[in-house]
């Protein structure tokens, strides 16, 4: 549902024409399933009988006429082209894989030819991404998105990235343009069916349309996304609230187990705040100034419970299990090379195009004028590396997933909101959003201090507003509502740290890049070719006053909720240069232990794949050994299951009927607790993660519904682990039937229940068991990929590769326990560097360069990263060109 202020409003997108007058609410929609899409793409897009009747003429035409259509929007690769506003010729070497690294003199040539490049291989990615970020997917694909438009427009993600724009620095307002010239250099002349075969689809289907002309806003509003993907425990804020409504404060305490720091070690184990600033050589009795709010209590009685009907919670796009990344760094002290090794795999949900394009930045003569010689991961639609190395230094990024988000339950009173004793005016705004084959759709954006109002947009945000049990002490006359406050919607210049760290070349510069990447918080590792090794996390963190903990949603109207106004200062988070133990594991755990003084969150990934990182290369270098980049490879496939470590004994307790009940059972007995796609233990392997997913269902389904139902993410894992030592928890007892349940009896029938489902799913023989099988990964494109219409769908989507792996495990291939057991995120790529010799440095994507389908490059590297295999990564001049196949040259047009 959104509040609307027109009647040109089609009953198919509000159910009316006229206003709610009773709460000013236009009729309630269901909140919107596109959270879950990382690009933001709300529900499968219809197509028209027309579209399908082309592609059978298509096909009944003959391939040759199919190969041109498709064939249409391919890069040129190769010769000249001329490019107006370059100084100078930018060469575009591209290696075997479609890989493009990039030669120019001066920073704008550079930036023009990424431009040109990113708009060769991925234009279409890049329109839907600022046609989301924007609100504006309605006008490609109609009322089906209308509801994602509503609620970016009601965030105002546009709008903050223009109010960003002029706090750039000049360097990188330069960058910016020059990399939309270059973009719009490709678009010049081009008619949309030969810059994607999408368009032509879209075409078909009665879309009139030409790309508008890029800007430098439209790369900044991407960076919003990335902050949403990854805001931290919005999620879980409001997952406690409803659980608890549905069983209880202290029960629901059981399934957000706190962090355990004996068991898994943090990021940084060393140094302390001193007066504000983190100093690494610090014991913790040395902290003073310790600012943070009280320890973790429910909030009041009025929010302690929160009415909302769970099965219509909206899947917001979050962390999720899988969300998240690995990435270490090792010293050259316990290297095999004598410099360090930094490895990097950064986990997000799956797709096609992928995320990450791999590019190289390289001036000529590194200068001033031209001070780029980089490479690494791109984003398509942001000029610049996200995460590589240049010349100098290496870094890798994790989520830190700090807490920067808080949702506020308002009294509001007409165009009134209370704070304290005082009404205040609520801040409002009208936007317009434009529908294909429908009527414009205006909404009202309401906002307070806190932020903007997005239970007008979501309904059971709504629900929980309406029915959340709160003092109605102002006589009936007060609207409740809730609000979002959240870090990204402030404007910051993260954009500047992405180019500053591009140039930086030590740590000290390092630091001062870092300092301005404000949203999404993240944990960079840093190499050096000087040797060194370091760690620091960035990003803008709320100070809250003493009565908000930032777990469930605060009441608006109390004070003492409100944020200070003020952030963890830069200085005051963990940092750490050349650390005791000779090397750094970040996998989003708790970033350091409880005797820091600042507040920055609680839900932390519990740390089973840091851990076992941690193990590993606590392994390798025990007695003098080292690590190699071999190693760090190997490592980043581990698919050993820790958990399995604590449950698998608890499973062979059970005595099961000999000879079918029992099958799976003795699988267990030898299994070595690794995940592999096929082989010896891959059986042993399928059978367990059938047993868990139906544990999860026998002992939660019964009082947990929607989206509060158990995903089997890692804190499930702990949750299970604790209940495992109480077998007469209430947890255990199906409250639906008569007999009350134990462990034991749980166990017992999640066996069973797993062989039957092996047994009609797989095969009855165990032998043919394997967790590939289940397991598979399925990359499907954002927006065609999901129109409903097979022979589209084909077209774009590509899929079937049975996977090793899981969720919690370093090789980490997430799944859903509530919706079966295909990958749902991944390692979106892999990177191993190595400091001593960059050229040795080892690189792959989950899929390919390219976003067009039928592109050789489209997705050629996921066969490769599913069997475990990395490309070699050419760094140098001498080695790009060694491996370039095609080299295209962008020439200065003439006048």
């Keep these: 549902m959104f509040r609307t202020m027109t009647a040109t409003t089609t009953s198919a997108t509000t159910g009316d024409t006229g206003d709610d007058t009773d709460d000013h609410r236009a009729k309630r929609r269901r909140g919107p399933r596109w959270w879950r899409r990382f690009l933001l793409f709300p529900r499968p897009v219809r197509l028209t009988a027309y579209l399908v009747v082309l592609l059978v003429l298509l096909l009944v035409a003959g391939l040759a006429a199919g190969v041109v259509v498709v064939r249409r929007s391919f890069p040129q690769t190769t010769g000249e082209v001329a490019v107006p506003g370059l100084t100078g010729d930018v060469e575009v070497v591209r290696d075997a894989h479609g890989i493009p690294q990039v030669y120019a003199d001066t920073t704008e040539d550079l930036m023009r030819g990424q431009g040109y490049v990113h708009a060769q291989e991925r234009f279409y990615e890049m329109d839907v991404r600022r046609h989301a970020t924007a609100g504006r997917l309605a006008e490609l694909f109609g009322e089906d998105a209308v509801e994602s438009d509503v609620y970016v427009r009601t965030m105002g993600w546009r709008r903050v990235a223009e ?91 059981q399934l957000w187990p706190a962090y355990p720091l004996e068991e898994h070690a943090p990021i940084v184990g060393q140094g302390a705040v001193v007066d504000g600033v983190f100093e690494q050589d610090a014991v913790a009795d040395a902290t ?246 370091g760690y620091q996390a960035p990003g803008r963190v709320p100070i809250r006053k003493s ?193 009350v349940e134990t462990r034991d009896d749980v166990l017992r029938r999640a066996l069973r229940e797993a062989r039957d489902e092996l047994t009609s799913t797989v095969s009855p023989d165990t032998d043919e068991w394997t967790w590939g099988r289940l397991h598979r990964l399925r990359l499907e494109s954002a927006t065609l990929g999901q129109s409903g219409i097979g022979v589209v769908e084909r077209l774009f989507n590509r899929g079937g590769w049975e996977s090793g792996g899981g969720g919690a495990l370093v090789d980490a291939t997430g799944w859903d326990a509530r919706e079966g057991y295909d990958v749902v995120t991944a390692p979106s790529m892999r990177m191993v560097v190595s400091l001593a010799d960059l050229d040795d440095s080892r690189w792959i994507s989950l899929t390919g360069v390219s976003g067009h389908a039928f592109h050789p490059h489209y997705t050629d590297q996921t066969d490769l990263m599913v069997r475990g295999e990395t490309l070699p990564w050419a760094f140098t001049e001498e080695a790009v060109r060694a491996a370039g196949e095609d080299t295209l040259t962008l020439v200065p047009a003439g006048d």
Excluded at 228 to 237: K, S
Excluded at 248 to 253: D, I, K, L, S
Excluded at 358 to 374: I, K, W
């Design 163 to 253: 109010e960003e724009l002029p706090l750039l620095d000049p360097d990188t307002r330069v960058a910016l343009d020059a990399y939309a010239a270059g973009v719009n250099a490709y678009l010049a002349d081009r008619s949309p069916s030969r810059i994607s075969l999408e368009y032509t689809l879209l075409g078909v289907q009665g879309l009139d349309y030409t790309p508008e002309p890029w800007t430098a806003v439209d790369s900044l509003a991407w960076l919003k996304a990335m902050a949403w993907d990854l805001r931290g425990n919005m999620v879980d804020e409001i997952d406690r609230a409803l659980t608890a409504w549905a069983v209880g404060t202290e029960r629901a305490e």
């Design 547 to 739: 009565g908000n903990d930032g777990l469930v949603p605060s009441a608006g109207w109390r004070p003492e909720n409100d944020w200070t106004g003020e952030y963890v200062p830069y200085d005051g988070l963990p940092s750490v240069l050349e650390p005791e133990e000779g090397f750094v594991v970040t996998a989003n755990q708790a970033v350091i232990g409880p005797d820091y003084p600042y507040f920055l969150g609680d839900d932390f990934d519990r740390g089973y794949r840091s851990q076992r990182i941690r193990d590993l290369v606590e392994g390798q270098i025990r007695d003098g050994g080292t690590v190699s980049v071999d190693d760090a490879l190997t490592a980043q496939l581990d698919d050993r299951n820790t958990f399995a470590a604590e449950m698998v004994p608890h499973l062979l307790r059970p005595r099961l009927r000999a000879r079918y009940d029992d099958d799976g059972q003795r699988l267990l007995e030898d299994w070595d607790l690794t995940q592999p796609a096929a082989g010896e233990q891959s059986a042993a392997a399928a059978y367990f993660n059938v047993v868990w997913r139906t544990l999860l269902r026998l002992t939660f389904d019964d009082e947990l519904t929607g989206d509060q139902r158990a995903d089997g993410g890692d804190r499930w894992i702990a949750a299970v682990t604790e209940l495992l030592e109480r077998p007469e928890d209430p947890w255990w007892d199906d409250v639906s039937t008569d007999p």
């Design 288 to 533: 003073r100034l310790p600012t943070r709010p009280a320890p973790f209590t429910r909030v009041e009685d009025e929010l302690r419970s929160l009415a909302g009907t769970t099965s219509r919670m909206p899947s917001w796009l979050g962390r999720g299990d899988g969300i998240g990344s690995n990435s270490w760094v090792v010293s050259g002290e316990h290297t095999d090379t004598g410099e360090p090794i930094l490895a990097n795999d950064p986990h997000l949900g799956i797709g096609v195009p992928g995320v990450w394009m791999q590019v190289g930045l390289h001036c000529r003569t590194v200068s001033e004028a031209c001070p780029y010689d980089v490479a690494g991961f791109s984003f398509s639609g942001v000029p610049g590396v996200i995460i590589g190395h240049n010349a100098d230094i290496a870094w890798g990024f994790t989520n830190l997933g700090p807490d920067v988000t808080d949702l506020y339950v308002e009294r509001v009173v007409g165009d009134e909101w209370r704070h304290g004793g005082r009404l205040l005016p609520l801040e409002t705004r009208e936007e317009t959003v434009s529908v294909l084959g429908g009527e414009d759709i205006t909404l009202t954006v309401r906002s307070t201090d806190h932020g903007p109002i997005v239970s007008d947009v979501d309904d059971v945000l709504a629900d929980v507003a309406e029915e959340a049990d709160v003092p109605r002490d102002d006589g009936g006359e007060a609207e409740y509502a809730v609000s979002l406050a959240w870090t990204a919607l402030e404007p910051t210049p993260t954009a500047d740290a992405i180019l500053s760290l591009n140039r930086a070349s030590d740590w000290t510069s390092f630091r001062a890049a870092v300092a301005d990447f404000a949203v999404p918080a993240q944990n960079l590792v840093y190499a050096d070719r000087e040797g060194q090794i």
